[in-house]
């Protein structure tokens, strides 16, 4: 017999025995009719103490089945460790009753193993333990039936569901080999949000029909925002090493970044090729458009050297400027296919400068000026001046020659002089053609640069003149016009002391 059977056969022995010594006649009797009072009032106290005897059963019933369910655990946990174990109460079901007879505790044997049901004061099965298959399942109802609570192994973690007024999940707290998993979700059961955890950090996720479109997430390189489009596609980045970023269609279209020396944006095609760059630096800023093979082809920056635009071909050398240098001034620069300068106009000392050169930077024109005019110098294919242009205050010079060899010619005009025009040969001035006040006059030299011809317009007489000198500088021949208007030829010794007049009859 089980120890429960023999607890209640000893209740019930009991109160027996308390009705038998309640009959016992230990009281006097006076009359028939006072003994058939006693006797009723008896069996009604009797009646009583029955019924309340009947309730105490019931809960000592209740508390020696708990005790029985204590001890089958601790016997469970001891049996382990002891020898010898105490009695054992074995069945396949064990119910326990509330007063009314109703089941409120089952435990039972079940497919995966063994299940504990409880039943509330309304009859309703409000929370069920027991296994699943792959572990332990623990679920809570309300008195709708709708399940409210559960608690179950899933696979090789767990799992906690709290479910929403409809039944349906509402909050879900999992685990996985990667770590921990909450989701929230609406009443329909959809998820709306998740916080994961994963090898790399964990991250919050807002859900919509199924697909995450926002994105809260730490990583090893800081923390991370990214929104999807309704595609699952990432649509916007902002990542905790200072950069914010645009996509489509899984592309980079733009990105807005922080460096260490300051901010920087990027612009891209829909391929996702950089087309616009702009960076910010302690001396300055540089905003540079790219071709198609990613080749910076413009560039607008400023900086401590000067700032201005370039403009690069697509080997990525710069055959074009314009800017303001170190200095404030204005410049304009362009080269040829290899960077070689070709032609610049910059600012100098005293004004513009302009420069213009071959496809190998050699010089062809230079052109400027100082206090005294403009210059420009234009050179052979040596490199060497070839020809100026100059001016010379209240006037100008030109000259033209090989300035190697020391030939050439000048032409000069000045306010204060005579114009005058000057050929040079290899030992120095030839030529020399001059406007005087009185007329042109021209002058041969020899070697020495000493005149060995002259001729032009008289200054001692009307007309004109023309005189030959020797070697010493002595004129020894004179060609004129007299004060008569005649012509007249003087000719002179060698040292100029003695003529010899020829004029006309």
Not at 53 to 63: F, I, N, S
Not at 396 to 405: A, F, L, T
Not at 442 to 452: E, K, P, Q, T, Y
């Amino acid at each position: 017999m089980g120890v429960l059977a023999k607890v209640i056969l000893l209740t019930d022995a009991v109160a027996l025995r308390g009705l038998a010594e309640a009959r016992t006649p230990n009281m006097p009797i006076d009359s028939f009719a006072s003994q058939s009072h006693d006797l009723d009032a008896r069996l009604d106290q009797l009646s009583r103490e029955l019924s309340t005897e009947r309730r105490r059963r019931r809960r000592l019933e209740k508390g020696v089945l708990a005790l029985v369910l204590v001890a089958i655990g601790a016997g469970s946990i001891a049996a382990s460790s002891l020898q010898a174990t105490s009695d054992v109460v074995r069945t396949k079901r064990l119910e326990i009753v509330d007063e009314s007879g109703r089941i409120v505790v089952l435990a039972s044997a079940a497919k995966h193993g063994g299940r504990i049901d409880l039943w509330d004061d309304a009859g309703t099965n409000s929370a069920r333990l027991g296994g699943n298959g792959t572990g332990g399942d623990l679920a809570l109802w309300n008195r709708a039936g709708e399940q409210v609570v559960a608690a179950f192994a899933d696979g090789t973690a767990g799992r906690l569901e709290v479910n929403t007024k409809g039944g349906a999940v509402g909050i879900a707290i999992s685990a996985d080999d990667r770590g921990g998993l909450l989701t929230v979700s609406d009443g329909n059961g959809e998820s709306v949000a998740e916080v994961r955890c994963g090898t790399d950090g964990g991250e919050f996720a807002a859900i919509a029909a199924g697909q995450d479109i926002a994105l809260l997430a730490s990583r090893n390189d800081g923390g991370r925002l990214t929104l999807l489009d309704a595609d699952g596609r990432e649509s916007a980045k902002l990542m905790g090493t200072g950069r914010l970023d645009l996509l489509r269609d899984r592309q980079i279209q733009t990105s807005l970044i922080a460096t260490g020396s300051g901010g920087g944006l990027r612009l891209s095609a829909p391929s996702g090729q950089v087309r616009i760059t702009a960076d910010a630096s302690t001396s300055g800023g540089l905003v540079q458009t790219h071709d198609r093979n990613d080749v910076p082809v413009v560039a607008i920056g400023s900086g401590d050297s000067g700032s201005g635009v370039r403009v690069r071909n697509g080997d990525a050398v710069s055959v074009a400027a314009v800017g303001v240098d170190s200095d404030g001034h204005g410049a304009i620069e362009i080269s040829s296919l290899s960077g070689d300068r070709c032609g610049s106009l910059v600012v100098g000392e005293s004004g513009g400068k302009l420069f213009l050169g071959s496809n190998k930077g050699e010089p062809f024109i230079e052109a400027g000026g100082d206090s005294d005019g403009g210059l420009m110098q234009v050179y052979d294919r040596n490199a060497q001046v070839a020809a100026t242009i100059q001016g010379v205050g209240e006037g100008g010079r030109m000259v033209v020659g090989v300035e190697s060899k020391g030939i050439g010619a000048s032409l000069e005009a000045r306010g204060d002089g005579p114009a005058s025009l000057s050929i040079f040969g290899p030992g120095g001035r030839s030529v020399a053609i001059a406007a005087s006040p009185n007329g042109g006059l021209i002058n041969l030299l020899d070697v020495g640069g000493s005149v060995a011809f002259a001729a032009g317009a008289a200054t001692d007489g009307p007309g004109g003149v023309m005189a030959i000198q020797n070697g010493k500088g002595a004129r020894v021949i004179r060609v004129g016009v007299n004060a008569r208007g005649e012509g007249e030829i003087e000719v002179y010794d060698a040292a100029a002391t003695r003529k010899r007049k020829i004029s006309a009859p």
